[in-house]
């Protein structure tokens, strides 16, 4: 069957009717900005409308996973997260973060029909090719290239296999060096015990950039970092100690501490709360005994109050 006929059977959505999603699924998104954690600027986010993102799904559990992701990548994977991502590097002294510039937007549906182009064993018509490109990719304004949106539940998980090729190609230049890669999303880190090295995997990586039409990605000079033990290093937002341990940090771990006190004393506001929600969320990821100091200290009780917030 065609992926159009699987999908309908599958979904019990007659063919007609989802022919009419798929053709119009690139504009079926809900668009809002929020801003970046950093705090410069805002970052587009669009969701796709809810019979979209059904369908969304079953493309993933029905096509995408057939694919393979690089052992490099970190980001949206089982048993992986920001603390193991940054315990790879934890142990060595050198470290480089690179990060790519607009990198989920820079991922385009031509990118897809080139990958699946390029794979033996590959069963898919022109036709399933074609639905494939409108039910994954956005079209931003309606106009031009269909790209990949940061919202949509099926995008972090193409975003990995899209990026096959290129990890293969960096993971085998770091091998070679004696140099640890790991990729989470848009953040490159690698690291090392030679010195100077890093400089070389620096412009290699840009070399790489450079050279792939599928996708075409731009490293963000801006953000580049050279760090080593003599000053901090931090991975994915997590501490690197000297004695090879990842952490929260002590600035971060204060400032958790006294929002959970605003909180129980009634001083947060409803949105300042949902944050302490997230940040709660973020340390039972990155450092889990954390969580459990707190539960120490406050009450477990407590603890998920803030845990199950709604919002």
């Excluded at 590097?89 to 973060?97: D, E, I, P, T, V």
Aim: aromatic content about 8%; glycine content about 6%; some cysteine.
């Amino acid at each position: 069957m065609s992926i159009l006929e699987s999908i309908s059977h599958d979904l019990m959505v007659p063919e007609a009717s989802l022919g009419h999603i798929i053709r119009s699924a690139p504009y079926r998104y809900k668009v809002f900005e929020v801003d970046k954690k950093n705090g410069t600027g805002k970052r587009t986010i669009a969701q796709p409308a809810r019979e979209l993102k059904a369908i969304q799904y079953w493309v993933m559990a029905n096509v995408l996973r057939q694919f393979p992701i690089h052992g490099a990548a970190m980001a949206y994977r089982k048993r992986r997260s920001i603390s193991t991502n940054a315990a790879k590097h934890a142990s060595n002294r050198f470290l480089l973060k690179l990060d790519f510039k607009d990198f989920f937007h820079s991922i385009k549906a031509d990118d897809l029909e080139a990958f699946l182009a390029g794979r033996e064993g590959v069963n898919l018509s022109t036709e399933d090719i074609f639905h494939l490109k409108k039910i994954l990719f956005w079209n931003r304004r309606r106009e031009g290239s269909l790209i990949m949106s940061i919202g949509a539940p099926s995008s972090p998980m193409l975003s990995n296999i899209l990026m096959y090729e290129f990890d293969k190609k960096v993971q085998a230049f770091c091998g070679r060096k004696r140099v640890k890669y790991t990729r989470y999303a848009d953040d490159l880190t690698f690291s090392t015990d030679r010195p100077n090295i890093l400089r070389e995997v620096e412009v290699q990586v840009a070399e790489i950039c450079k050279r792939m039409e599928h996708p075409k990605l731009r490293l963000n000079t801006e953000k580049t970092v050279h760090a080593s033990r003599g000053g901090a290093r931090r991975v994915t937002g997590l501490v690197l100690a000297n004695n090879g341990t990842v952490s929260l940090g002590h600035d971060r771990k204060r400032l958790i501490r006294a929002q959970v006190h605003h909180f129980l004393a009634g001083r947060l506001s409803p949105d300042e709360a949902v944050k302490l929600r997230g940040m709660l969320a973020f340390v039972n990821s990155a450092e889990p005994s954390f969580i459990q100091n707190l539960r120490d200290h406050y009450g477990s009780t407590e603890i998920d109050r803030i845990i199950n917030l709604q919002d």
